[in-house]
Every structure is written in C-alpha cells, then in structure tokens.
Antibody
Framework: QVQLQESGPGLVKPSETLSLTCTVSGGSISRYYWNWIRQPPGKGLEWIGYLFYSGITNYNPSLKSRVTILVDTSKSQFSLKLSSVTAADTAVYYCARDLPGTTSRTFDIWGPGTMVTVSS | QSVLTQPPSVSAAPGQEVTISCSGSSSNIGNNYVSWYQQLPGTAPKFLIY???KRPSGIPDRFSGSKSGTSATLGITGLQTGDEADYYCGTWDSSLSAVVFGGGTKLTVL
C-alpha cells in the first residue's frame, strides 16, 4: 500500500523560499508521475506541478517562475521549492500520485497534507 | 475564479439522490477526461471517478460520473450522512497546460 507523507516548516517568512518534501513509502517512486497541489484555507484546490521519476517536470504557468520540483529516487522522495512567497501562498500543501495506466491526470493517492503559513 | 464552474452547494435528504455539475470549455472538459474527488472535513481529497465515468475499486456504485460536451456531472444515489463533504471536479486544460479544478461543491445531507 503506497503512502505519501509531506514534511517541512509550517511557517515561512514573506519573500523567503518554501521548501517541502514528500516521502513515498510502501512502493516504488519509479515509473510514476508525482504532483504537488495546494489548498488555501477555506478555498479550492490548485495544482502546482508534476514530476516524472526521471526528472521531467511540468508546472502550472501561474506559478512557473517560482516553482521547482525535484526527485531523489535514492530516498524515495520528491520536493517542492516555492520562492518569493507572500501571504497568498498560505495553504495546505498536498503531494499526490498520478493514477497509473491513464492519461486522465487523476490523483489516486494523496498525502495527509501539511499547513504552511507565510507570515513574519 | 476557478476555470471549471461548480455550484457552491447542494443538499438533499438521506436516501435521495443528488447531482453536481461541472462546466468548462473545449480546452478542458470538452477534450479531456474528467475526474471527481470527495473531501471530507479536515482530510485530503479522495478520488471517486476517473476518465469521466470509471469508479476505482472500493468506491460504491452509488457514485457515478458522466460527461457531455463541455460539462460533466457527478451523481450520488442513496445519500448517507457520511456523504457530507466537498466535491471537486478536475481535468487537464490544453490551453493552460495545467490541471484545473472546479471551485468545489459542498454537499449537505439534511
């Protein structure tokens, strides 16, 4: 049973870089697409971007200039870096896996999420 | 504003059925698969439907999905109090080159 777990600081100062890690357990990180998705308090979901285990990435154009997603296959982890954060980046951040065997961009496995607050 | 449009809320009595609509355009729903997610309070979303109308194992057949043109619909029959949640539609937008979601619909089982 594949499980995902996000980790990282819960508080980030404005203008600094938000850094989160997602650890994949119970299965391989290889041959799948891995995503970051966020949800501001009381609001809907926003897709941040995906990474294929080989390192290929695709980012939401609205965030592309500030986002980097990397993979460390040796640790079964992938990470998110979001630079120059503002209060608008305050959200619960989820990592999620693409459902294999389809091009539908469906997210079948999600981490529990981690709340990140941007404040001085 | 979300790229996909959902009603903010729907409600129905236990045992009844409800539908949740998701409206988009040719660049998203019209030419790509739609997925649906259920988010119970304080938890991560859980996927219910993929490729417009397919249910993963473990999702009861009370949940169904359909798509017509640039709109999609989630149907839930035999409503239970445990179905109270926020429901989101999602798909790929070929113009934006991004996954897009609806704003979410809060289901209340009266």
């Amino acid at each position: 049973q594949v499980q995902l777990q996000e980790s990282g600081p819960g508080l980030v100062k404005p203008s600094e870089t938000l850094s989160l890690t997602c650890t994949v357990s119970g299965g391989s990180i290889s041959r799948y697409y891995w995503n970051w998705i966020r949800q501001p308090p009381g609001k809907g979901l926003e897709w941040i971007g995906y990474l294929f285990y080989s390192g290929i990435t695709n980012y939401n154009p609205s965030l592309k200039s500030r986002v980097t997603i990397l993979v460390d296959t040796s640790k079964s982890q992938f990470s998110l870096k979001l630079s120059s954060v503002t209060a608008a980046d305050t959200a619960v951040y989820y990592c999620a896996r693409d459902l294999p065997g389809t091009t539908s961009r469906t997210f079948d496995i999600w981490g529990p999420g981690t709340m990140v607050t941007v404040s001085s | 504003q979300s790229v996909l449009t959902q009603p903010p809320s729907v409600s129905a009595a236990p045992g009844q059925e409800v539908t949740i609509s998701c409206s988009g355009s040719s660049s998203n729903i019209g030419n790509n698969y739609v997925s649906w997610y259920q988010q119970l309070p304080g938890t991560a979303p859980k996927f219910l439907i993929y490729e417009n109308n397919k249910r993963p194992s473990g999702i009861p057949d009370r949940f169904s999905g359909s798509k017509s043109g640039t709109s999609a619909t989630l149907g839930i029959t035999g409503l239970q109090t445990g179905d109270e949640a926020d429901y989101y539609c999602g798909t790929w937008d070929s113009s934006l080159s991004a996954v897009v979601f609806g704003g979410g619909t809060k289901l209340t089982v009266l």
